[in-house]
Nanobody, 126 residues
């Protein structure tokens, strides 16, 4: 059974940094697509950053480009999201997702991903 467990969320002041981690168990995902999405109250879940399947360049939402970095940690079977220069509008629950077959054109669509974590809260105060 596949499980994704996120950690690293918390409360931070604007301009600060957080590092989110998502560790997968139940299967090895070295070549799967791995991504982060977020959801604020009253809003739909939105794309933040993804690493496509092997050989693809990471993709970022325009709102986080230059501030967030996604990376794969193969030894730990994990995906990392380094978030710098955080802003109040980054406040949300952050979810990691993994999919072994998703195509490039579907990477930004939450409903196309197979596996999800439970989410971790990120709150940025002004």
């Amino acid at each position: 059974q596949v499980q994704l467990v996120e950690s690293g969320g918390g409360l931070v002041q604007a301009g600060g940094s957080l590092r989110l981690s998502c560790v997968a168990s139940g299967r090895t995902f070295n070549t799967a697509a791995m991504g982060w999405f977020r959801q604020s109250p009253g809003k739909e879940r939105e794309f933040v950053a993804v690493i496509p399947r092997t050989g693809g360049r990471a993709l970022y939402a325009d709102s986080v480009k230059g501030r967030f970095t996604i990376s794969r940690d193969k030894p730990k079977n994990a995906v990392i999201l380094q978030m710098n220069d955080l802003r109040p509008e980054d406040t949300a629950i952050y979810y990691c997702a993994i999919d072994e077959r998703i195509i490039t054109s579907s990477l930004r669509l939450p409903n196309q991903w197979d596996y999800w974590g439970q989410g971790t809260q990120v709150t940025v105060s002004s």
